[in-house]
Nanobody, 117 residues
Framework: QVQLVESGGGLVQTGESLRLSCTAS????????MSWYRQAPGKEREVVAV????????NYVPSVKGRFTISRDNAKNTIYLQMNSLKVEEPAVYYC??????????WGQGTQVTVSS
């Protein structure tokens, strides 16, 4: 059974940090490109960060470059999103996604991030 379980969300104040985790099971994690997405109320889901299978290449949406860091530990089947200097406009449900060219992608259930001013 495929599972992606996010954790680490919560309530922080503007400028503070959070680290999200996403632990996978039920598929060969190291074969999958992993991503973090977020969806704010009333908005479309957007990609935030992507990391390749070996973790050597990452990409970010411009609004988070320099503040967010995506990483992965293939031995633990886990990806992380270190979020620093969170902004008041960034509250959302954050999702992880596993993608492979030869099959379906998988989504986690999401973790809520709330930023207060």
């Amino acid at each position: 059974q495929v599972q992606l379980v996010e954790s680490g969300g919560g309530l922080v104040q503007t400028g503070e940090s959070l680290r999200l985790s996403c632990t996978a099971s039920g598929f060969t994690f190291s074969n999958y490109i992993m991503s973090w997405y977020r969806q704010a109320p009333g908005k479309e889901r957007e990609v935030v960060a992507v990391i390749t299978t070996n973790g050597h290449t990452t990409n970010y949406v411009p609004s988070v470059k320099g503040r967010f860091t995506i990483s992965r530990d293939n031995a633990k089947n886990t990806i992380y999103l270190q979020m620093n200097s969170l902004k008041v406009e960034e509250p959302a449900v954050y999702y992880c996604k596993a993608t492979v060219a030869t099959g379906p992608g998988y989504w986690g259930q999401g973790t809520q991030v709330t930023v207060s001013s």
